[in-house]
T-cell receptor, first 114, second 110 residues
């Protein structure tokens, strides 16, 4: 158990809808990263939030957006859902301090877009 | 970040040591080697990381060659619960993303 929680565990949406996924970070951590994992693939980095600001972004379109709150929890928002957005969405929390940062993952939210 | 190469699959008998290799021939001096594993449908689990020295924790040992171009993750006494996909990731100090490749699917058999 990493102490990172995600909600909901499963979600079904239809194409064109919007979705919000939530992540609570491990106590003492100040950074949250989000990843998308399609079936049979490794996780792909979406973005990272540090102190409520986006700290880095992978190759994902702007309809993927996020927030980090003062308590370091985070949301991932996806607008205009497409069928290819069906995936396991993972969040990872970490303590960004000094020159090392180890990310600890939550259990994920499985999103199905019909 | 440097790319890594891992065998797609490996088998190991329960109770034996599992040695998972990883090549990272383009690694640079400030890049760490991280290992994660993912049991089916769960989030990735951090195992261990290192820069140049060998590392050991309660889960595994990490052996990095002197030229740092390859490494081996060792699970000393594999159990059925170690069946998972194991990812070797090279990451710089300034990097924020973990670049997962395809990993090695380890099957531990009775």
């Amino acid at each position: 158990e990493t102490g990172v929680t995600q909600s909901p565990t499963h979600l079904i949406k239809t194409r064109g809808q919007q979705v919000t996924l939530r992540c609570s970070s491990q106590s003492g951590h100040n950074t949250v990263s989000w990843y998308q994992q399609a079936l049979g693939q490794g996780p792909q980095f979406i973005f990272q939030y540090y102190r409520e600001e986006e700290n880095g972004r992978g190759n994902f379109p702007p309809r993927f957006s996020g927030l980090q709150f003062p308590n370091y929890s985070s949301e991932l928002n996806v607008n205009a859902l497409e069928l290819d957005d069906s995936a396991l969405y993972l969040c990872a929390s970490s303590l960004l301090a000094g020159n090392q940062e180890t990310q600890y993952f939550g259990p994920g939210t499985r999103l199905l877009v019909l | 970040d440097a790319k890594t190469t891992q065998p797609p699959s490996m088998d190991c008998a329960e109770g034996r040591a599992a040695n998972l290799p990883c090549n990272h021939s383009t690694i640079s001096g400030n890049e760490y080697v991280y290992w994660y594993r993912q049991i089916h449908s769960q989030g990735p689990q951090y195992i261990i990381h290192g820069l140049k020295n060998n590392e050991t924790n309660e889960m595994a040992s990490l052996i990095i060659t002197e030229d740092r171009k390859s490494s081996t993750l060792i699970l000393p006494h594999a159990t059925l619960r170690d069946t998972a996909v194991y990812y070797c990731i090279v990451r710089s100090l300034s990097g924020y993303a973990l670049n997962f490749g395809k990993g090695t699917s380890l099957l531990v058999t009775p």
